[in-house]
C-alpha cells in the first residue's frame, strides 16, 4: 500500500520529524508514524496537511506519489528481509497506485456505475455503492473531494485476481530471495504485461476488523453479476497479537520492543540455551544453526495454533515448551523419531506385522495418523489451519507416550521390533509433512 491515508500520515511524519530513530527502516517509519499521532494531538493543523497530501496521492502528483513509492518500497524491502527469515515467500507484489495509474481502479468503478449514487447530508458530493439490496449498510467509495477510500480499490483488485478486468498491469522482476524462488513486483516501467488468468478461488488474509469492508467487496461482485466470483472469494479473518497484558498499537507505539524482528531473535536465543542443554556434545554451529530452526518453529506454531476468530496471546513459555503444544515440541519428536531410525540403521527390507501392534498406545497412535489425510482436507476445505497445529501437536504426544511405554530399538522378537520401527516412520513422515504444510523446518537432530 503506497496509498491511503497511513502513508499520507507517514509521509508527513517522514517530512516534518527530523531526527530519525537510528533503526531498521521499517522499524523506523512506525516509530516516527507513532510519534507524529502525539504531534496531531497538539497541532491539528497537521491533519489538514495530512489531507493535502492524501489527495496528492491520489492525483498521481509526481513529487508526493514518487517519495511515497520510494518509501513504501524501501519498508517492503525490509519486511521481505523478515519473512526471509521465517521461511515466507511471495510470488507478486501488487502496488495500490499501479491498480490506479493503470486504469483499473477507474474500470472498476465504470463497471458499477449502475449501482452508484451521490450522497446528500453529511455524505453531500460522495460517491455511494448502493448495497441495501444485499442487506449491507451503504457504502462510500468516492469522498466528496474526488479521492478514493481503499475499499474501492480492494474491489478494482478483487476484480483484477479473477481476470475480470480488461486492463493490465505491467510487472517486472522484484529481486531473487534466498531459496532461489523469484519475486515480481508491479511497475510502471514494468515490460511484462498481464492480466489474472482464471482463478478457481481468492483467499484475502486479512484482520478481522476489516470484516465489513471484506463484506462490500465480495458483494460488488455480486451486484455485477459474478455470482461463481462472490462464491469463490473468501475472507480469512484473523485476530491480531497480544501479550498477557496488552494489546499491541501501531499508532502509541507499544509494539515497541515486540517486532517480529526482535520476538523471532529473542526466539533463536532462547531456543539456543535450550538446544545446548539438550545436546551437550554437538559444535556450536550446531546449536546455532538448529536453534534458528526452532526459534523459527516456535513463533509460526504460536500464531498458526490459535483459532483465526481468538486473540492470539504470546506467551514465551508456551511457545518454547519442548514437552506439548508447542512447534518445538513436534520438532523434538520429528527429531526423536529420525534418531531411532538411524540407530537402527534405516528402515529398509522391515517385514511389517501390524497385527503385532496391539499395545492402547500403539492403537492410538496408528488411529492418530490414519486422520491425517481428512485432517488436510478438513484444513484446506475450511481454513482453519490451527486444526493441523493442534493435530499435529497430538500426533507428537502420542508418539512420546508410545515411545515411553514400547521399547523399539529392543523389542522382542525381532518382527515385533521391526513392527514398531516401521511404525516410528510413519510417525516421521506424518509430522515431516505436518509442519512442512506449517511451514515450519523439520530437523532430524535436535
Not at 530452526?293 to 490459535?306: D, E, F, K, N, Q
Not at 520438532?331 to 537402527?344: D, G, M, N, P, V
Not at 486422520?371 to 489451519?385: A, I, S
Amino acid at each position: 500500500d503506497d496509498m491511503g491515508r497511513q502513508m499520507a500520515e507517514t509521509l508527513v511524519a517522514y517530512r516534518k520529524i527530523r531526527e530519525k530513530p537510528r533503526a531498521k527502516f521499517d522499524h523506523m517509519l512506525g516509530l516516527i508514524y507513532a510519534s507524529f499521532h502525539k504531534m496531531v494531538e497538539e497541532n491539528r493543523e497537521l491533519e489538514s496537511e495530512v489531507s493535502r497530501v492524501l489527495a496528492g496521492l491520489e492525483r498521481g502528483d509526481e513529487k508526493i506519489a514518487g517519495l511515497a513509492r520510494k518509501i513504501a518500497e524501501r519498508c517492503v524491502r525490509e519486511n521481505l528481509r523478515t519473512t526471509d527469515k521465517l521461511g515466507i515467500y511471495y510470488d507478486l507484489l501488487v502496488w495500490e497506485s499501479d491498480l490506479v495509474r493503470e486504469g483499473i481502479v477507474k474500470e472498476a468503478l465504470e463497471m458499477l456505475k449502475p449501482h452508484l449514487y451521490t450522497g446528500s447530508g453529511e455524505r453531500e458530493g460522495a460517491t455511494i455503492l448502493r448495497l441495501s439490496p444485499l442487506g449491507l449498510e451503504d457504502k462510500i467509495l468516492i469522498r466528496s473531494d474526488g479521492t478514493t477510500v481503499y475499499t474501492a480499490r480492494d474491489i478494482a483488485y478483487q476484480l483484477w485476481k479473477f481476470g475480470r478486468i480488461k486492463r493490465n498491469l505491467r510487472l517486472k522482476l522484484h529481486s531473487i530471495r534466498p531459496d532461489g524462488r523469484k519475486t515480481y513486483t508491479s511497475s510502471p516501467d514494468g515490460r511484462i504485461k498481464r492480466s489474472r488468468g482464471k482463478v478457481e478461488k481468492v483467499i484475502n488474509v486479512v484482520g478481522a476488523e476489516q470484516r465489513y469492508p471484506q463484506q462490500v467487496v465480495f458483494a460488488a461482485l455480486k451486484l455485477l453479476g459474478y455470482e461463481e466470483e462472490h462464491r469463490n472469494s473468501h475472507h480469512l479473518a484473523y485476530e491480531h497479537g497480544w501479550l498477557p497484558e496488552a494489546k499491541f498499537s501501531g499508532r502509541k507505539g507499544t509494539w515497541v520492543g515486540f517486532s517480529v524482528d526482535e520476538v523471532l531473535e529473542e526466539a533463536i536465543e532462547r531456543a539456543y540455551e535450550i538446544v545446548r542443554e539438550h545436546a551437550p556434545g554437538e559444535s556450536e554451529g550446531f546449536w546455532r544453526k538448529t536453534a534458528e530452526l526452532v526459534g523459527v518453529g516456535a513463533l509460526r506454531y504460536s500464531l498458526l495454533a490459535t483459532s483465526p476468530e481468538k486473540k492470539i496471546v504470546f506467551r514465551w513459555e508456551e511457545a518454547l515448551d519442548l514437552n506439548r503444544n508447542s512447534g518445538p515440541a513436534i520438532q523434538y519428536s520429528h527429531a526423536r523419531a529420525c534418531s531411532i531410525l538411524r540407530k537402527a540403521g534405516g528402515t529398509k527390507k522391515l517385514i511389517l506385522r501390524g497385527d503385532l501392534l496391539n499395545s492402547p498406545q500403539e492403537e492410538k497412535l496408528i488411529k492418530l495418523l490414519a486422520k491425517f489425510p481428512t485432517v488436510t482436507k478438513m484444513v484446506g476445505e475450511t481454513l482453519q489451519v490451527h486444526l493441523l497445529a493442534i493435530y499435529a501437536s497430538e500426533v507428537a504426544q502420542a508418539f512420546n507416550v508410545f515411545y515411553e511405554a514400547c521399547p523399539v530399538l529392543s523389542a522382542e522378537p525381532k518382527e515385533l521390533r521391526e513392527a514398531r520401527l516401521a511404525l516410528v516412520d510413519c510417525v516421521r513422515i506424518v509430522l515431516r509433512n505436518s509442519l512442512s504444510l506449517m511451514g515450519i523446518p523439520a530437523p532430524e537432530k535436535m
